[in-house]
């Protein structure tokens, strides 16, 4: 079944510690977003990615960085600059490509980041 | 910047209809979508109209636009347990590959 997948479920970081949330997806989509989600707040946007080897800030990168070596792929890592990381984390994908004209987004299932 | 409001809580009876609002804006969007969270869970897409709809049905789901007053909602027939969830309105921006997401609705169904 083709989907968006994140690992781990569950995560928890030290202080001053990078982590990685893993996101993957068998959609072939080019577009792949990460957003964050605080309670009672909507989803912000971290960074996205247009296309392989290309990403974009979103409206909270600070302390975050991501990579896009994989079209499959688009790993988040929260790095110790981000002082308030605790979180739920929400990957996405879309199929934007030259000629679309709505590309719904698709989510994995989150990961919930937590500080020790 | 485009701004997206919704009403933080709503709670209705079994079987009555439920009615989620949406006000935006930024009226440049193609189109407006409607998403469903469940706890602990990623969104999951229910509809979405095009801009230049005023409405779209989908089974239990009915979706009104007001362009004029940048107004989108939600309504769900014979609501049942099983829709209590956070419900997000969300507008693509036109000319980039962002979307725009309300604060979300929760809805909770009363048996």
């Known amino acids: 079944d083709g989907g968006i997948t994140q690992s781990p479920k569950y995560l928890f970081r030290k202080e001053g510690q990078n982590v990685t949330l893993s996101c993957e997806q068998n959609?072939?989509?080019?577009?792949m977003y990460w957003y964050r989600q605080d309670p009672g707040q909507g989803l912000r946007l971290i960074y996205y990615s247009q296309i392989v080897n290309d990403f974009q800030k979103g409206d909270i990168a600070e302390g975050y960085s991501v990579s896009r070596e994989k079209k499959e792929s688009f790993p988040l890592t929260v790095t110790s600059a981000q002082k308030n990381p605790t979180a739920f984390y929400l990957c996405a994908s879309s199929g934007w490509g030259a000629g679309a004209t709505n590309e719904k987004l698709f989510f994995g299932s989150g990961t919930q980041l937590s500080v020790l | 910047g485009e701004d997206v409001e919704q009403s933080l809580f709503l709670s209705v009876r079994e079987g009555d209809s439920s009615v989620i609002n949406c006000t935006y804006t930024d009226s440049s969007s193609t189109y407006l979508y409607w998403y469903k969270q469940e706890p602990g869970a990623g969104l999951q897409l229910l509809t979405y109209?095009?801009?230049?709809?005023d409405m779209k049905q989908d089974q239990r789901l009915t979706v009104l636009l007001n362009k004029k007053d940048k107004h989108l909602s939600l309504r769900i027939a014979d609501t049942q347990t099983g829709d209590s969830a956070i419900y997000f309105c969300?507008?693509?921006?036109?000319?980039?590959?962002?979307?725009?997401f309300g604060t979300g609705t929760r809805l909770k169904v009363l048996a």
């Open positions: 109209i095009f801009s230049n709809m």
């Open positions: 959609l072939n989509h080019d577009a």
């Open positions: 969300a507008l693509d921006t036109s000319g980039t590959y962002k979307y725009i």
